[in-house]
């Protein structure tokens, strides 16, 4: 019998509960949910602080050897874009040895690089080159899971009684023989794979490619610290910490109540964030980062707002995380892409001033981001579908770099790209999207309904190749790509939009500038105003010396606010070119420095 779930709730209710609380503990301390933060000099700002991050999905940024995939000659080729963006730290999915069944996030050598990529010297070579234009490379590092090609799975695999066999999660099956337990992992299907060999299934919170590590085992943890250390070693500049919040995992393995029809249960609720996973990261903390400025980011999905004060902070295991609050605004199940939730600007609004005031008062920092190599394009993401496509990016991007935290953007972000709506999920690459697809079909949905949901959330949508010129495979590369290119590359690319005064880049440069001279943009307070409105985003960034506030239509439609917030104030930027106190034109955006509220 087919189910379907219909889920016509907005927020859930954990959140309501952490948002409540929130309120509670800051009425308490003299501050709401709308809540004004003590501001820091910038000299009491560390570097990651103060500067713009940049995230490059290394297979698709830039092809230097004709082979139709990106590699790192091709991002050292460009790193003069990135300094114009204003551009200090840029991450870089993994480029480690691997037989790309998750395109990287399987590692097979943790101590070298893909030869499709390049090789170590090519990598010296970006780390270097980077450093003098002031750029810090920023390495992302898996280590909830390797690839099963990894010689230390492959020795974990070949018996019961090899130095490594205990470095991975091995069960014996149930009675009946089949697994160990009911979990369904991340990416479709069960979490358990069979090994003959053994005898035993081995856990894989992801692919059945990327079998998860034991970090049970002090050797695990030693080695992982290891891979750390020599990359700290080489000189980057930061870890990206992948998929973090699932290396603990709990003492009995148990079958989960089904939550679909298939009658499994998803890994993520059964194992994500588990007590005792914050002494793994304090012991790496302490033996990677201590007496080095590098920062850490942690991929913090199941961490809530009302955990982030142990997770970053001066009690913190990391500088920043990623929380997937926004990101998940609209998807209330992340297995299931066909059930949207509904929601409104207030609810993104409340994400920020939650997440903000978690951050602030533990002594923490957030990044902030709209889009990441899993996600969606914010234009699709987070705007109605009508209106102006580059005045949605200007609004957008605004919110971006005026937010306060340290930027991340997407590659290709900065020039407005939007999700890929390919026909058939043949068409598509990622496999996620396919078994996500196959998913919603098994629940029930129609092949119509499962292609929407591919449509808004498949990743391939941030992962096609940058449009760097109008010429063949848009300058990507001289082969073929390994992923299409999308077809609006004539006008989205970043040649046109240089030459283009009112472009998307010009403003994402323009912002950037504005962000070095109004400093209180970057190390600023934060103030939400007009929190109940349903079209603007607004708040007000400052510090000792300046005020900048900062509005933001989010409909297509003109609309009005009140001049006081503005009054005596000139605007600084304009997404518009020209403004009006007191209005906003469909998707404007706009900085006025001072404020008389
Ligand atoms: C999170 C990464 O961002 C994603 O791309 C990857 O597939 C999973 N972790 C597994 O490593």
């Not at 991340?186 to 919170?205: C, K, P, V």
Request: proline share 4%; net charge negative.
């Amino acid at each position: 019998m087919n189910r379907r779930k219909k889920k016509e709730e907005r927020i859930p209710m954990k959140r309501i509960i952490s948002i409540a609380l929130l309120i509670c503990v800051f009425f308490i301390n003299g501050c709401s949910v709308s809540v004004k933060f003590d501001d820091k000099d910038a000299a009491d700002q560390e570097w990651w602080q103060q500067t713009i991050a940049y995230e490059i999905y290394v297979k698709s940024f830039k092809d230097s050897d004709g082979d139709g995939t990106g590699d790192l000659n091709g991002i050292t080729s460009e790193l003069d874009h990135l300094k114009e963006l204003g551009v200090g730290a840029v991450w870089l999915t993994p480029c480690y040895v691997s037989p790309q069944a998750d395109n990287g996030y399987d590692i097979a050598d943790y101590y070298n690089i893909d030869p499709a990529y390049g090789t170590m010297e090519d990598m010296d070579r970006l780390i270097a080159e980077a450093k003098k234009r002031d750029i810090r490379i920023v390495m992302d590092l898996v280590f909830n899971h390797t690839s099963n090609e990894n010689e230390w799975f492959k020795e974990s695999r070949s018996g019961r009684d090899n130095e490594k066999s205990d470095w991975y999660i091995w069960a014996d099956p149930k009675e009946d023989g089949s697994e160990p337990t009911n979990w369904r992992s991340i990416f479709g299907g069960s979490a358990w794979e069979y090994d003959e060999t053994r005898g035993q299934y081995y856990l894989h919170t992801f692919l059945p490619e990327q079998p998860d590590l034991n970090w049970e085992n002090p050797e695990v943890r030693a080695a992982v610290r290891d891979v750390a250390n020599f990359w700290k070693d080489k000189g980057v500049g930061g870890f990206r910490m992948d998929a973090i919040t699932y290396i603990k995992k709990p003492a009995e393995y148990k079958d989960g109540k089904p939550d679909a029809a298939d009658g499994m249960t998803g890994i993520h609720s059964m194992t994500a964030n588990t007590p005792g996973i914050l002494d793994y990261l304090h012991e790496f903390k302490s033996s990677v980062q201590e007496g080095s400025d590098i920062f850490t980011v942690g991929e913090a999905n199941g961490v809530e707002a009302d955990d982030l004060k142990d997770w970053i902070g001066e009690n913190g295991v990391f500088d920043m995380v990623f929380e997937f609050g926004l990101v998940n605004i609209d998807l209330p199940d992340e297995t299931n892409w066909c059930e949207r939730r509904k929601w409104d600007l207030t609810d993104l609004k409340s994400f920020f001033a939650e997440s903000f005031c978690v951050a602030d008062t533990a002594g923490g920092w957030f990044p902030v981001f709209l889009e990441n190599h899993d996600q969606p394009r914010s234009i699709n993401h987070f705007m109605p579908e009508s209106g102006d496509r580059e005045a949605k990016a200007k609004a957008l991007a605004t919110l971006l770099l005026t937010m306060r935290g340290t930027p991340f953007i997407m590659q290709g972000e900065e020039l407005g790209f939007v999700n890929v709506d390919w026909p058939s999920i043949d068409d598509y690459e990622d496999i996620s999207t396919k078994n996500h697809y196959e998913f919603a079909l098994g629940e029930g949905y129609s092949e119509e309904e499962a292609m929407e949901g591919v449509h808004h959330f498949s990743r391939d949508s941030s992962r096609t190749p940058m449009q760097w010129d109008a010429s063949e495979n848009a300058g990507f590369t001289s082969g073929t790509p390994w992923l299409p290119v999308y077809p609006d590359y004539k006008t989205f690319n970043k040649k046109s939009e240089k030459e283009d005064a009112d472009s998307i880049l010009n403003y994402y440069i323009a912002l950037a500038g504005l962000r070095s001279e109004h400093r209180e943009l970057k190390d600023g307070s934060y103030e939400e105003i007009m929190p109940e409105d349903e079209n603007i985003v607004a708040f007000i960034r400052q510090n000792k010396d300046s005020k900048a506030t900062v509005l933001i239509n989010f409909t297509d439609e003109e609309v009005t606010y009140d001049t006081e917030y503005v009054k005596d104030a000139d605007c600084i930027m304009s997404s518009n070119g020209e403004t009006q106190k007191g209005k906003l034109a469909p998707f404007e955006a706009v900085i006025y420095e001072g404020s008389t509220k």
